[in-house]
């Protein structure tokens, strides 16, 4: 006992013997050369502050506390998956937020402002946008998918999803994303025969969302990542059947996006062009992969310029008479309503491409008990995280090409 007193103290010594090391022999951690001062969660966190809180005012304390908080989910249910799982959910009092809208709501067919169908020009911003003739205008009846189902827990109610199972052929019942990200599949009004490119489509959520509608004549999925491209058919292959995905159905592929209109031009009946951007809740949550570390400084930067030119891209694919739905997961109006702008003034300056901005007012209305929306944008649609109903942000601006 005596002996292991006398070790302890010995070693107590050992540990007080440093400031009698020479100093040429001391070593030091060099946690500056592996630990940011600044972590990306802080410089995005403090970007927003700087520029959020211009933009949306006092509304911005509200946003920037739920995205600092645990998002919530919302299961798209696999059509092609044999598991009976819809009524589980429903017992554990999850709905459809898509089959269940707000029907007893008077019906939405006239809107005051806003973006319009056809008619006179006004300017915004240095660029013409279509503005209707009458501040009210008759709206065509909003079409939804039957087929799109996403079910979600109750306002306020913040309850995880359990993983999902596979059936006996291997296929997931459902898939776990952001609830509002739907909201662009069912907007893009998928039809029966389409052709649709999906021009940004990892990680294939919104992908997975139209296959859902088995309404697609030919789909193409694209990204301009190959590790992104081999995620994307790694959920494909895990929720689609083989017989889905036939090249005479499906064509996937790892192009670069903006020079798509070189490729395919007037070819497609939907395109979806859903962005990369500064992934709002991803950049303040997770450092990893994150567009605020200083070393991707630059490509935050060029951000804009990148987005439209894959708007303008998704434009050149589109057929006369074709739907482009342009979304991105940001808050940002550099990123949201002034891409759309410069690439409606750039496709008529340039390409000869004339677009009409569809009102996207009926579908905010019909999902307002699920979404907190955005009011007032002048152009296109939001969904702003809110604490009771924490999805988002998702911004989506649908363009129709004229003929």
């Given amino acids: 006992m005596a002996a292991l007193i006398d070790t302890r103290i ?14 040429r022999t001391r070593v030091k951690t060099k946690w500056a050369n592996t630990r940011a001062k600044y972590p990306p969660t802080t410089l995005a966190l403090q970007y927003f502050d700087a520029t959020y809180s211009l933009q949306l005012g006092q509304q911005w ?3 920037r506390a739920s995205l600092l908080s645990e998002r919530k989910y919302g299961a798209l249910l696999n059509n092609f998956c044999h598991d009976a ?3 589980d959910l429903q017992a554990q009092g999850c709905r459809d937020f898509v089959t269940h809208a707000d029907q007893e709501a008077e019906p939405f067919s006239r809107v005051g402002g806003g973006e319009s169908e056809a008619g006179v020009e006004e300017e915004s911003s240095g660029v013409f946008l279509k503005k209707s003739d009458s501040v009210d205008q008759e709206l065509p009846p909003l079409r939804l998918s039957p087929n799109i189902k996403c079910l979600v827990f109750p306002r306020g109610d ?3 999803f359990k993983p999902a199972r596979p059936d006996m052929s291997a296929l997931l019942s459902y898939y776990l994303m952001d609830a509002a990200s739907v909201l662009p599949c069912l907007a893009l009004d998928v039809q029966e025969g389409h052709s649709v490119l999906d021009l940004c489509a990892a990680p294939g959520g919104k992908t997975l969302a139209m296959l859902q509608t088995q309404a697609i004549r030919f789909l193409c999925v694209n990204d301009a990542s190959v590790s992104r491209t081999s995620r994307l058919k790694k959920v494909l292959h895990s929720y689609v059947p083989k017989q889905f995905l ?8 790892s192009f670069d996006g903006t020079k798509w209109g070189e490729i395919e031009r007037n070819t497609f009946d939907r395109v979806l062009v859903d962005v990369p951007c500064t992934t709002d809740r991803h950049s303040v949550m997770e450092e990893e992969n994150s567009i605020f570390n200083k070393s991707r400084t630059g490509e935050r930067r060029k951000l804009p310029q990148l987005q439209m030119d894959l708007l303008l891209a998704g434009v050149e694919a589109a057929c006369p008479g074709g739907e482009i739905l342009y979304s991105t997961c940001s808050l940002s109006q550099l990123q949201n309503q002034y891409v759309v702008e410069q690439a409606i003034h750039l496709a008529r300056e340039k390409h000869g491409i004339h677009l009409q901005v569809v009102n996207l007012r009926p579908l905010t209305h ?3 008990t699920t979404f907190h929306f955005a009011p007032d944008l002048h152009l296109g ?8 109903a924490n999805f988002g942000p998702i911004y989506m601006c649908k363009l129709r090409r004229l003929s």
Avoid: Y
Avoid at 246 to 253: F, P, S, V
Avoid at 381 to 388: G, S
């Fill in 366 to 368: 019909m999902f307002r």
């Fill in 381 to 388: 649609e939001m969904v702003l995280p809110h604490l009771a």
């Fill in 61 to 63: 304390p509200s946003i």
């Fill in 158 to 160: 913040i309850t995880r």
């Fill in 246 to 253: 036939t090249d005479e159905r499906l064509r996937i592929t």
């Fill in 85 to 87: 799982v819809l009524a």
């Fill in 10 to 23: 010995l070693l107590r010594k050992i540990k007080d013997l440093r400031c009698l090391t020479p100093r």
